[in-house]
């Protein structure tokens, strides 16, 4: 038996990695206020790592959108496989060519082209979802920040959040 609403336990667990920074800034805090000497010294470290926690915590909240969307999604060594009831396939990390989401499909998906392939469509609330954000982050010049307010914002068709190659002038901005 659980003393925990089951809403509220999604809600922590969607923001775990943000309280569990802030409560390690708050032990590294309280190191340097308090009795001072060496603990002191090792409290600025231990509150530079719970600040840092928090702010990756905040990025990876904002891009976990839910669960119990359609499919699933599994990420092993760089292989991104997606395997739903229409659809599926599987893409490796670095033959991904273009990111696109797209709102137009319901739910939204991730869209990921890659050469001489179909793309692979993901919904943003597949299970295990969440393990796209790492892989997303490593994709070279890929803007976070970006991609995070274009998935919480409300775009009315599909954006492209990172290509490979541009397919546009350089003179010319994605957004």
Not at 34 to 39: F, K, N
Not at 62 to 85: A, H, K, N, Q, W
Not at 120 to 129: F, Q
């Amino acid at each position: 038996m659980s003393f925990i609403r089951p809403e509220a336990r999604a809600a922590l667990w969607r923001w775990r990695e943000v309280l569990a920074g802030i409560a390690i800034a708050l032990v590294g805090l309280s190191w340097i206020t308090g009795p001072g000497g060496l603990l002191g010294w090792v409290g600025w470290p231990t509150l530079l790592a719970g600040t840092g926690l928090t702010v990756v915590g905040l990025q990876r909240a904002r891009f976990r959108t839910g669960s119990g969307g359609p499919g699933v999604v599994t990420l092993d060594e760089g292989e991104i496989t997606y395997m739903g009831p229409l659809t599926g396939g599987s893409v490796a990390a670095a033959d991904i060519e273009r990111l696109t989401l797209d709102p137009a499909l319901m739910p939204a998906h991730w869209v990921l082209e890659r050469p001489g392939q179909p793309p692979l469509l993901i919904p943003v609330n597949a299970e295990g979802a969440e393990a796209l954000f790492d892989v997303f982050a490593s994709l070279p010049g890929l803007r976070t920040e970006r991609m995070l307010a274009e998935l919480n914002g409300a775009p009315r068709h599909a954006v492209v959040i990172w290509e490979r190659t541009p397919s546009r002038p350089p003179t010319q901005w994605l957004h």
